[in-house]
């Protein structure tokens, strides 16, 4: 356990779409106060969390991954098994509206 991994444009492909385990990717920016909110929520997500993973992928820095995924506003939260996004979460949202969410593509 532990908690979210950085991801960018370069090792996207690597990390999300050829790992075995389902992946939440959080898309997100500095200068974004909602994507500051679920920081916190994301972070114990990640550490409470063995089944899935929880990664992180700065928009302003990546805009090739943000958009070919059509992410218009942010926070997104994408998830992904194997090697497509199965389903979104956009904005603030519970952490237990995310958790199942995700379980119920594990």
């Not at 908690?3 to 990717?25: A, N, R």
């Not at 409470?48 to 992180?56: G, R, S, Y």
């Not at 928009?59 to 497509?84: C, H, L």
Request: charged content about 25%; proline content about 6%.
């Amino acid at each position: 356990m532990g908690g979210p991994i950085t991801v960018s444009d370069k090792d996207f492909e690597e990390m999300v779409l050829k790992s075995d385990k389902v992946v939440l990717v959080d898309f997100w920016a500095a200068w974004c106060g909602p994507c500051r909110m679920m920081a916190p929520v994301l972070d114990e997500i990640s550490e409470e969390n063995d089944d899935f993973i929880v990664a992180k992928l700065n928009v302003d820095e990546n805009p090739a991954t943000a958009s070919a995924y059509r992410i218009m506003s942010i926070p997104t939260m994408g998830i992904f098994k194997n090697g497509q996004m199965v389903d979104k979460i956009v904005g603030v949202t519970p952490k237990q509206t995310v958790l199942n969410k995700v379980k119920a593509y594990i």
